[in-house]
């Protein structure tokens, strides 16, 4: 990836560290047992200033949501589901530079855009893995190093999530871009998915007793009474819990990390949009960079909400190509994308 060298700069990156809606941290430190510390933006002049000239970096979230030649990265991962990455995140550092020895419980893309650095990759780690106990940064307590690789710009490593890896720069103006993935948890998913089925629940529904249920002990639950519960849990089918955690999972991995830019586009409404598809005949769209679309054989998601729709439908949404004729309740579907600034026409005179 040699052609993207100098596609951001120190300056570019510490000017977005300022911006109070742009996420950006400061780490401090070198060694295992430094005493490590992290700083949260947004910063001034005055705290680039007071850095010393080694060991530390400059981190800055979605950076492709404010560098338009950064989110074009992104088209070079096609060969991967684009619902499963994440943003781009971009770390500054002069000599000495990094984050410490850390895991992640995703995978990641490790770009070097300018300077060197060199990344030390070492033993597989989980949940159990011991940590310092440092409230700032979760880093490794022990970190033994199993293969080294020297990244110069152009360069670019992956890191399978679980291995741990300790990045250190060993030049001054090293930048290095952070294609991250999202990877749902077992919680966050299975929560998600028992929210769905919840929703759909009834708030008359109540325990009742029987005769077998009210027990000689006033202060016993017994078996009888338990028994009568295993009605409320009847209704949580295996195909209400396949069909529950597909959407909770489609949400999941389109909910948006960033908002959307403040937008003075129209307001559109039914009438104006089927006006614009009777004329024109095929809709195009764009997609801002915070947005996030999928579809599946049944549904669309965008920005985490489900629609569901046929696969033919959802599909062209997530190409950005629509054409007529379109049903009251795709031209709805359409009007909510639109007014919520999840997609953009392309070929609207507005």
């Known amino acids: 990836m040699s052609d993207l060298n100098g596609i951001v700069d120190g300056g570019d990156l510490s000017g977005l560290s300022c911006e109070p809606e742009v996420e950006a941290r400061i780490i401090s430190g070198f060694g295992l047992n430094d005493a490590w510390s992290c700083r949260h933006g947004p910063f001034s002049e005055n705290d680039f200033s007071s850095l010393p000239n080694k060991n530390w970096t400059l981190l800055v979230q979605g950076v492709d949501q404010w560098i338009e030649e950064v989110g074009h990265i992104l ?83 992956y890191i399978p999530a679980g291995v741990a890896h300790w990045g250190t720069a060993i030049s001054d103006d090293c930048i290095t871009l952070s294609v991250g993935f999202r990877a749902p948890s077992e919680k966050e998913l299975l929560t998600a998915t028992l929210e769905h089925w919840i929703e759909n629940l009834s708030e008359n529904k109540r325990y009742r007793d029987s005769q077998s249920s009210i027990d000689k002990h006033p202060a016993k639950i017994n078996r009888a009474a338990h028994k009568q519960l295993e009605y409320f849990l009847s209704g949580l089918t295996t195909e209400k819990l396949q069909i529950s955690i597909q959407q909770a999972f489609g949400e999941l991995v389109t909910e948006p990390r960033y908002s959307a830019l403040d937008d ?80 953009q026409l392309s070929n609207s005179d507005d």
Request: hydrophobic share 40%.
């Open 75 to 157: 088209t070079r991962f096609e060969f991967l589901p684009q619902w499963r990455l994440e943003d781009i995140m971009a770390s500054y550092a002069p000599v000495g530079g990094g984050v410490g020895p850390h895991f992640d419980y995703y995978d990641v893309f490790l770009i070097q855009i300018s300077g060197g650095r060199e990344w030390k990759l070492g033993q597989l780690c989980n949940e159990s893995t011991p940590l310092q106990s440092n409230d700032q940064v979760k880093l490794l307590s022990e970190f033994s190093a199993i293969e080294t690789y020297v990244l110069n710009p152009g360069d670019m490593i």
């Open 264 to 343: 003075e586009g129209i307001s559109w409404d039914i009438g104006q949009l089927q006006t614009l598809v009777q004329k024109e005949k095929t809709l195009t769209f764009y997609k801002p960079p915070h947005s996030r679309l999928a579809f599946s054989a049944a549904n669309l998601f965008v920005n985490g909400e489900t629609y569901v729709v046929d696969e033919a439908f959802a599909r062209s949404v997530c190409d950005g190509v629509v054409s007529s004729p379109l049903s009251q309740e795709q031209l709805n579907i359409l009007v909510d994308c639109l007014n919520n600034g999840d997609i």
